[in-house]
């Protein structure tokens, strides 16, 4: 089983960016193998999509980060980045790390079974 840690989260005002993390342990260098993804889960709402990243680097966003978000990965850190830039308050939401994402022919799936314990995000004036 993989272990996540996010971290990064936090209050900013709209416009504001902000980086998270997520580091991985319990798979030692299979990491680089792993489809890993950002979800993000607001109140009262469902789980929601942001981004993946698979082995080798292609990237693929939900509908609400593409243009203002990136994610990346550092293979030699077992750990996973979203780059969030003119944050709104509708990004405000709990982002968690899921890894094990399925990804076929760059169609995602749905997501792995392994997910971190969450990061807040709030953005607010």
């Known amino acids: 089983q993989v272990q996540l840690v996010e971290s990064g989260g936090g209050l900013v005002q709209p416009g504001e960016s902000l980086r998270l993390s997520c580091a991985a342990s319990?798979?030692?260098?299979?990491?680089?193998?792993?489809?890993m993804a950002w979800y993000r889960q607001a109140p009262g709402k469902q789980r929601e999509f942001v981004a993946y990243?698979?082995?080798?680097?292609?990237?693929n966003y939900g509908e609400s980060a593409k243009g203002r978000f990136t994610i990346s990965r550092d293979d030699a850190k077992n750990t996973v980045y979203l780059q969030m830039n003119n944050l709104q308050p509708d990004d405000t939401a709990v982002y968690y790390c899921?890894?094990?994402?399925?990804?076929?022919?760059?169609?995602?799936?749905?997501?792995?079974?392994?997910w971190g314990q969450g990061t807040q995000v709030t953005v607010s004036s």
């Open positions: 899921n890894a094990g994402v399925s990804v076929v022919a760059g169609r995602l799936l749905g997501p792995g079974s392994d």
């Open positions: 990243i698979i082995s080798g680097g292609h990237t």
């Open positions: 319990g798979i030692g260098s299979m990491f680089s193998i792993y489809a």
